[in-house]
């Protein structure tokens, strides 16, 4: 694993672990860092609030940005910190199994002011956090599955050729979820062949498990 340091408010991230952003810290995080040393807590809840409801799924409309404008921050201050929050947000709730003291030491280098740190850790440990990772599954990509599976022996007695062929092939019909139906045939030696490599990628999955190399460590 290489080592990686991160050089901020004067400590260091652990050289055994990279922090929850990644190997640099993201162009949106680094644009908000000078600017998020004006906002007030009270201006922070209110930002984070709409971060949380963007996380969870709701439409922000430009007016709930706009509402947050004052004399010391300007809307294009206020767009700049709220991408940069969002970033870190999304950031952070990719990994499950990030411990909160970790997060706090990587929010410590990234200069993020002390006292946003208990409303930072609020989202990515609270209650919101499932609701939050049942929206974010849902807009991942995903391929079709597998919903059903038919199939049936047929066994040809003859052809326009031969009057004898007693030759079996495997009719098959799949659902995907999203409704559509494919029907194939499958010779006998075409079936075999489909047995021997699935056979085949499970063993090579089972071999891969089994390296060190792959195993997840806290």
Known sequence: MSIIQVKGSGKSVAPDRTPFFGVRVPK?????IKPISKIEQDLFRKLLKLLVAALE????????IKRLESES?????????????MTLLKSALKHTSLKQEMF?????????????H?????????SRRPKIDNFSNEQRPRMTRLDNLKWRVDVAISTSVLNRVLEPSIQMEMTLSDGTIQSFEVPISQ???LRYNIAFILKEMEDLEK????????
């Open 28 to 32: 949106e995080i680094k644009s908000m």
């Open 57 to 64: 799924g709701n439409e922000i409309e430009y007016d709930d």
């Open 73 to 85: 921050l300007s809307e294009e201050t206020i767009v700049i910190i709220y991408a940069g929050f």
């Open 104 to 116: 706090v030491e990587d929010l410590h280098e990234l200069q993020i002011p002390e006292i946003f």
């Open 118 to 126: 208990n409303d930072l850790s609020s989202v990515v440990y609270g």
């Open 191 to 193: 079936f075999h062949k």
């Open 211 to 218: 390296r060190s190399i792959l195993k997840i460590k806290d």
